[in-house]
């Protein structure tokens, strides 16, 4: 079975621009949560999102959002990007949410 | 809100010997989940094993077994037979049962398996 494929594989933008990372969980799997990583630290919880629906969100401000389409797969949005924003951006999704989560390969965001 | 300490930023272990890897978290809770995950080069996040709370026995996924004391908070990875592959950095979770089913994840250990 597939795993959780997420799009693009690496990503540069400048300052300022808005950017879209997408993730598509593995099959029968109805939720799907984002991390960011900068270099040398853990990863930290962005959203979660089940039957299409926000479940959770972490300390992030509002120009991060997401959204989970029919299909379960999901976009983060990203505007108004900050060189902070540099980051892995992991996907990780999990049967209901309250489980294990699996992660995907990530996006490496640069921003300059 | 709950928190996740490895103390060990950085790890080496010979070949085919033991490694112990610590984490401590911080909780009110007591119904939760804990995990390992693996991070090689690639920076692919691999689950290593995971425990709930609730249960006393401790979790053993082949050579890769835990420690949990629940009581002080503990949850340590020990890696039998360590192989060159096991070279990574290896992240400890939590993840409370009712409260949006996040991820806190501590910041990590550098393990490096010599020859």
């Known amino acids: 079975d597939a795993g959780v494929t997420q799009s693009p594989t690496h990503l540069i933008k400048t300052r300022g621009q808005h950017v879209t990372l997408r993730c598509s969980p593995i099959s029968g799997h109805k939720s799907v949560s984002w991390y960011q990583q900068v270099l040398g630290q853990g990863p930290q919880f962005i959203f979660q999102?089940?039957?299409?629906?926000?479940?959770g969100r972490g300390n992030f401000p509002d120009r991060f959002s997401a959204r989970q389409f029919p299909n379960y797969s999901s976009e983060l949005n990203v505007n108004a990007l900050l060189l902070g924003d540099s980051a892995l951006y992991l996907c990780?999704?999990?049967?209901?949410?309250?489980?294990?989560?699996?992660f995907g390969p990530g996006t490496r965001l640069l921003v300059l | 809100a709950q928190t996740v300490t490895q103390s060990q930023p950085e790890m080496s272990v010979q070949e085919a010997e033991t490694v112990t890897l610590s984490c401590t978290y911080d909780t009110s809770e007591n119904n939760y989940y804990l995990f390992w995950y693996k991070q090689p080069p690639s920076r692919q996040m691999i689950l290593v094993i995971r425990?709930?709370?609730?249960?006393?026995q401790n979790a053993t996924e082949n050579r890769f077994s835990v420690n949990f004391q629940k009581a002080a908070k503990s949850f340590s990875l020990k890696i039998s037979d360590s192989q060159l592959g096991d070279t990574a950095m290896y992240f400890c979770a939590f993840m409370n049962d009712n409260a949006g089913n996040m991820l806190t994840f501590g910041g990590g250990t550098r393990l490096m398996v010599k020859p």
């Open positions: 425990q709930e709370a609730y249960k006393q």
């Open positions: 990780a999704s999990s049967v209901q949410g309250g489980e294990t989560q699996y």
């Open positions: 999102y089940y039957e299409k629906e926000e479940r």
